[in-house]
């Protein structure tokens, strides 16, 4: 059994909250925690002393029994702990056997699958003990004394020539089981490297280094972006369906503007074989209701992590992000509007969505925004038929 730890601990001092802060629309640890799931891992536990966290992942993983979250023993979270000492504890705590124990950091949402995947095979089939990951660094470096270390200073290699350094990255450790609690170090014995891009290098410590990555992180997923027929049309509600506004009574919610134009648009979409779904992080019993009225089977309430979900949704349907239309306006739609095959922000949407988004539609949510990017997946399909 090949299991991961990824630890967190609630305080942070460089970025205060770190690992619940947004980076393009999903907390910080949900990058790591979801390459870990799409990878060849059998459980992935969320080791953290942040109740707040635990209860999300509850919740918001509740559809794989793939994902757990424990409790992370007191005396691992002080500011002199090491990771070490809250592996160890973490093996001590849990009641499960296992081969192979993968580390992973929040810190590196570059992380993949494959990495996951390629640290993984080095222990399993070229019988490494531990092996971790690496970037190349094309970096020339010095010692204090004012010598270089790495190259000859009369005979600067060009680039291309030059071998450079490999330096570790932080985002992925694996041993067995057996070099681990023999050295208690999560690197032991014979050691294997599996070479990342040299994007993963920066990790995050600081503000600066977290707008650098989420930058990162927008292009390689709009940059892996296919074209497809569009079979699934994905939709936010507050700021698409409705306007975004919401009117209270004393019983709670009491009304949402929407706009009947779209119903139509979604049933000529329906009747042409594209599936509806919605997916928004409000649980209102009222879109619950507007749903069902216009037909909508596939309806995700009160749903945090976008993201996760449509991924999972589309590997239950052997589809792709390529086949997937995205409507959305807010922060938190970002990581689908970087990944789908199309994505559209309405008129009236935030300024970070119209920025990433695929097509800026002419009409705003609940005037017609819907209804617009209805017409143009029509037209978009017929090229397929």
């Not at 296992?98 to 990495?115: H, K, N």
């Not at 927008?218 to 919401?246: C, E, M, N």
């Not at 970002?334 to 009236?348: M, Q, T, Y």
Request: hydrophobic residues 40%; glycine residues 6%; negative net charge.
């Amino acid at each position: 059994m090949k299991i991961a730890i990824l630890p967190l601990r609630k305080g942070s001092k460089g970025i205060p909250g770190k690992n619940k802060k947004k980076m393009l629309g999903r907390p910080l640890f949900n990058w790591s925690l979801g390459a870990a799931l799409s990878s060849n891992l059998d459980a992935i536990y969320v080791y953290t002393d942040d109740e707040e966290i635990i209860a999300y992942v509850e919740k918001e993983y509740s559809w794989t029994s793939k994902v757990k979250a424990l409790a992370r023993d007191e005396s691992t979270t002080q500011d002199t702990s090491s990771t070490e000492e809250a592996m160890l504890a973490f093996v001590n705590q849990i009641e499960v056997d296992f081969e192979v124990l993968c580390l992973l950091q929040a810190t590196s949402p570059l992380t993949t699958a494959q990495d996951i995947n390629a640290v993984l095979e080095k222990i399993k089939k070229e019988n490494y003990d531990a092996a971790l990951t690496v970037v190349k660094t094309h970096r020339f470096t010095w010692n204090p004394d004012g010598t270089p270390q790495n190259y000859d200073l009369f005979n600067r290699p060009r680039r291309q020539d030059f071998e450079g350094l490999l330096v570790e990255n932080g985002a992925v450790y694996a041993s067995t089981k057996k070099a681990f609690l023999n050295s208690k170090n999560r690197l032991s014995g014979k050691i294997g490297l599996v070479e990342m891009d040299e994007a993963s290098y920066t990790e995050i410590d600081s503000l600066t280094d977290w707008d650098i990555v989420e930058q990162l992180l927008a292009s390689r997923l709009q940059k892996a972006k296919s074209h497809d027929r569009i079979k699934y049309l994905v939709l936010d509600v507050d700021g698409v369906f409705t306007d975004g506004s919401v009117y209270f009574g004393a019983e709670g919610e009491l009304m949402k503007r929407f706009d009947m134009r779209d119903g139509m648009g979604l049933e000529i979409l329906r009747q042409n074989g594209v599936e509806v779904v919605v997916m928004t992080s409000e649980n209102s019993v009222l879109v619950g209701q507007r749903m069902k009225k216009l037909q909508i089977e596939s309806v995700f309430l009160g749903v945090k992590d976008k993201y996760a979900l449509l991924t999972q949704f589309l590997k239950d349907r052997n589809a792709s992000f390529a086949q997937v239309a995205y409507v959305g306006d807010d922060v938190n739609d970002l990581a689908n509007i970087c990944s789908v095959g199309w994505s559209f922000c309405p008129a009236n949407g935030t300024e970070i969505v119209k920025k990433h988004a695929d097509y800026l539609l002419t009409q705003a949510s609940a005037a017609g925004a819907i209804r617009e990017a209805c017409g143009i997946i029509m037209k978009y399909n017929r090229r397929y038929e």
